[in-house]
């Protein structure tokens, strides 16, 4: 465990998934999941690149086991957790799972702390792929030291897992977790309406420097299709997460989503976008009058911009080459919702942009 970054090749791109918390909160159980994991393949998302089916708070029984061992809620998960993983890893996916560095979870049920090789062990056994640990009931404990203690947990099974860390950006985790899990949270938690994706979207745009390739910021989970949001705000905030680099973990009820809900969620360009190779983040190059224009660089020298307007009217924003970092004199432009090709442009982009939304364009240069 040295001072570098993670570079175990889990997360060569951000985690891509569904995870229970956003829309079902602590009612999960067995049905839920495997349910989830059958339409995550019924529903395009697997072959859209999604992976881990990962059940958060709530599946854990009141009390430890006679041995020390935490256990499903036996009425919730009557088979255990190992015959839903089982059944996941059938459908081509990965099994995630939850727990909290502190005394209990957030949810008040048994948590791991002094229990975390013991734990880590079982959910291996179980056939865990991907694990998030939460942050609650950890008074007087310091967040580095702990996590780097998971990390070895986790490393002893010698069973590859994917670590989530769920700090909620309060010690900077940015400045340390890169050597220590795979993805940490660097805000409280989102909410399925404007407002919060917004606020979280303004925390993100100084920490570009610190994700990449095995280590990624994690503006939290995503709320497309759920809450208030509309589809475009929906849109907006899957883009930018894309932009991001952000784990795209989805948040709403699979097994029942509108066509422009999973049209959202499978958009194999904007998808695209958050799994480039590269692997670097975008960032915010322009914000006046609640409108905000964001640049990502991606592998092979193209570039993708999102001109977000935050207001109630609509906007032509106008971005010019010189904010983009762009010599070139003319670009190809393609609009990555509408998955068509613009005109081509030369020394700047106009993009007409509805309240609520944004204009997603790749700029690739001839
Ligand atoms: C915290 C986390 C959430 C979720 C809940 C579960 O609030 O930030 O993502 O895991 O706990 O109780």
């Known amino acids: ?49 999604y992976r881990y089916v990962v059940v958060d708070d709530g599946w854990m029984a009141p009390q430890r086991d006679r041995d020390g061992d935490l256990v499903a809620d036996p009425a919730r998960f009557p088979r255990g957790i190992a015959a839903v993983a089982d059944r996941v890893h059938a459908l081509g996916l990965g099994f995630g799972i939850y727990t909290d560095a502190g005394t209990n979870t957030c949810m008040g049920l048994p948590a791991s702390l002094g229990y975390e090789f013991r734990d880590a062990r079982r959910f291996a056994e179980w056939g865990v792929d991907y694990l998030k640990v939460d942050w609650c009931h950890t008074s007087g404990m310091g967040p580095r030291t702990l996590y780097a203690k998971w990390a ?16 909620w950006g309060r010690a900077r985790p940015w400045e340390w977790a890169g050597s220590i899990g795979h993805l940490w949270r660097t805000t409280w938690d989102i909410q399925p309406d404007w407002p ?92 006046k009058d609640a409108c905000e224009v964001w640049l990502r660089e991606l592998a092979g020298g193209s570039r993708v911009v999102a001109a977000l307007n935050r207001g109630t009217a609509s906007r032509e924003i106008a971005v010019t080459f010189g904010e983009l970092g762009i010599d070139d004199r003319r670009v190809r432009v393609r609009d990555l919702w509408e998955r068509a090709d613009r005109s081509t442009a030369a020394g700047e982009i106009l993009a007409d942009t509805a309240p609520h939304s944004a204009t997603v364009l790749r700029l690739v240069p001839y």
């Open 196 to 287: 919060s994706v917004m606020a979280i979207l303004d925390r993100q745009a100084d920490l570009h420097r610190f994700s990449g390739p095995d280590h990624w910021n994690d503006p939290d989970m995503l709320e497309v299709g759920n809450g208030e949001l509309t589809i475009d705000e929906s849109r907006a905030h899957f883009a930018l997460w894309a932009i991001l680099a952000a784990p795209l973990m989805a948040g709403n009820d699979l097994r029942d989503m509108p066509d422009e809900v999973r049209g959202a969620i499978t958009a194999p360009e904007i998808i695209a976008i958050d799994q480039d190779p590269l692997g670097r983040q975008g960032r915010r190059v322009q914000s």
């Open 152 to 167: 070895m947990a986790v490393h002893a099974t010698r069973r590859p897992i994917v670590l989530s860390i769920c700090e």
């Open 1 to 49: 465990m040295g001072l570098g970054r993670l570079s175990d090749g889990l997360a060569p791109t951000p985690p891509m998934g569904w995870n229970s918390w956003n829309r079902f909160k602590g009612n999960v159980d067995e049905r839920l999941v495997i349910e989830s994991a059958e339409a995550m393949v019924a529903s395009g998302m697997r072959d859209a690149g």
